[in-house]
């Protein structure tokens, strides 16, 4: 029998592997890779070339349209009007009593006031009620006693009131917590101190930093009042409005001649120079500078003053309305003023009962009694 032969006279297989698919279409299989991998490219640079031209599409449509320019916010203080942070829109207003006897001139602390009043304490003598929120001063005084009639227009501004003893009527209305947080030096002595070169009484002063410290302590951590209403912003530069009235040189005969107030309007910063008794009314600052005086708005209020019951003591009646004469950008307008409460806020109307856009900057109010003359000049003496 043959050796291939399979015993059941089948023929055998071959013994021969065969050959794999793989193998036999190798060639057809690479043409395939290679044709897929023309497709791919093709397909990628036609992406390519579409993202191209929509890029330079976007970047003309961006050129053609103009740019918005954003704004920043801006923040403007309540008791002044002018810019300030936000955080200084909140911040606890403090209200000092700063005499102006002449031995207690020049005082410190005025120049960065927000909002004064003046008036007559006792004897003819006036002093001050300094209001600050967004300035630091680095010196205050000589700080003196307080009297019922600055209690009550330093309650419209939610303050903390420093202080120097005072009227038993203003000492009572302190104590009770309805008017502002007291800051009275016969119970802080550490937020005070006497220099040594004044005399007592006028040697008493202080500074932002213990007067705000010592607010916080008692719990008092920001001040929510409504303020003046202030000129509409234009521009961060002066105002464009007018009175009809020009009011260049002006004279407040409160009292007697060491306390005779006069303003000259200064145009080129536009801004009153404020004299007092004949003389510059300075301010001095730490270092010992001295810095005449320059409110942005000058204000007189007609006002009842009486002789208290002790025949000593002054009394002045801050609610209802009054005779107003506003004086700004160098110009009076003629008007009235009105407080509802002797908690609420003073607003001033002019004689159409329209009220009256202040300036921003620092304001100046001072309430002279009937008998007291309010003179202006509409130019300067040649």
């Known amino acids: 029998m043959?050796?291939?032969?399979?015993?059941?006279?089948?023929?055998?297989?071959?013994?021969?592997?065969?050959?794999?698919?793989?193998?036999?279409?190798?060639r057809l299989v690479m043409i395939l890779a290679i044709a897929l991998a023309v497709i791919v490219v093709m397909v990628v640079a036609v992406f390519a070339v579409l993202n191209f031209f929509?890029?330079?599409?976007?970047?003309?449509?961006?050129?053609?349209?103009?740019?918005?320019?954003?704004?920043?916010?801006?923040?403007?203080?309540?008791?002044?009007?002018?810019?300030?942070?936000?955080?200084?829109?909140?911040?606890?207003?403090?209200?000092v009593m700063i005499e102006n006897s002449p031995e207690a001139r020049p005082q410190s602390?005025?120049?960065?006031?927000?909002?004064?009043?003046?008036?007559?304490?006792?004897?003819?003598?006036?002093?001050?009620?300094?209001i600050y929120q967004e300035s630091e001063p680095a010196l205050i005084g000589p700080v003196r006693s307080i009297r019922p009639y600055y209690v009550e227009w330093a309650a419209a501004f939610d303050s903390a009131v420093a202080h120097v003893g005072g009227s038993d009527e203003a000492i009572s209305m302190m104590r009770n917590g309805n008017y502002g947080v007291d800051l009275d030096q016969f119970y802080n002595d550490s937020t005070y101190w006497r220099v040594k070169d004044r005399y007592a009484?006028?040697?008493v002063y202080t500074d932002y930093t213990?007067?705000?410290?010592?607010?916080?302590?008692?719990?008092?951590?920001?001040?929510?009042?409504?303020?003046?209403?202030?000129?509409?912003?234009?521009?961060?530069?002066?105002?464009?409005?007018?009175?009809d009235t020009p009011a260049i040189d002006i004279k407040f005969d409160i009292s007697g001649s060491q306390y005779v107030v006069s303003y000259h309007y200064d145009e080129a910063t536009k801004t009153y120079q404020r004299s007092v008794g004949g003389k510059s009314h300075l301010s001095r600052s730490l270092d010992k500078i001295t810095t005449q005086i320059t409110?942005?708005?000058?204000?007189?209020?007609?006002?009842?003053?009486?002789?208290?019951?002790?025949?000593?003591?002054?009394?002045?009646t801050t609610t209802g309305s009054g005779e107003a004469f506003v004086f700004q950008n160098g110009q009076v307008i003629k008007g009235t003023w009105s407080k509802t409460s002797v908690t609420s806020q003073i607003y001033f109307y002019d004689e159409t009962d329209n009220e009256i856009e202040l300036k921003r900057g620092q304001t100046w109010i001072t309430a002279i009694p009937a008998s007291r003359a309010i003179t202006w000049e509409t130019s300067s003496a040649p």
Not at 55 to 76: C, G, H, S
Not at 109 to 120: H, P, R, T
Not at 210 to 226: D, P, R, V, W
Request: glycine fraction near 6%; hydrophobic fraction near 35%; charge should be positive.
């Open 295 to 316: 409110p942005d708005v000058v204000i007189a209020i007609r006002v009842k003053q009486t002789l208290a019951a002790d025949g000593f003591h002054n009394q002045i």
């Open 54 to 95: 929509n890029n330079r599409n976007v970047e003309n449509d961006q050129l053609a349209k103009p740019i918005k320019k954003v704004e920043p916010v801006r923040y403007y203080s309540p008791l002044t009007g002018r810019e300030t942070t936000e955080k200084k829109t909140a911040a606890t207003v403090l209200a």
């Open 201 to 203: 009484p006028h040697n």
């Open 2 to 26: 043959s050796k291939l032969a399979h015993p059941d006279g089948r023929r055998r297989p071959s013994l021969m592997k065969k050959k794999s698919w793989f193998k036999i279409h190798r």
């Open 109 to 130: 602390g005025l120049i960065e006031a927000g909002v004064v009043f003046e008036a007559v304490a006792e004897g003819g003598i006036t002093r001050f009620l300094v």
């Open 210 to 243: 213990h007067l705000s410290q010592l607010a916080e302590s008692k719990g008092k951590m920001t001040s929510n009042f409504i303020g003046f209403t202030r000129e509409t912003i234009k521009s961060d530069s002066d105002s464009t409005k007018t009175a």
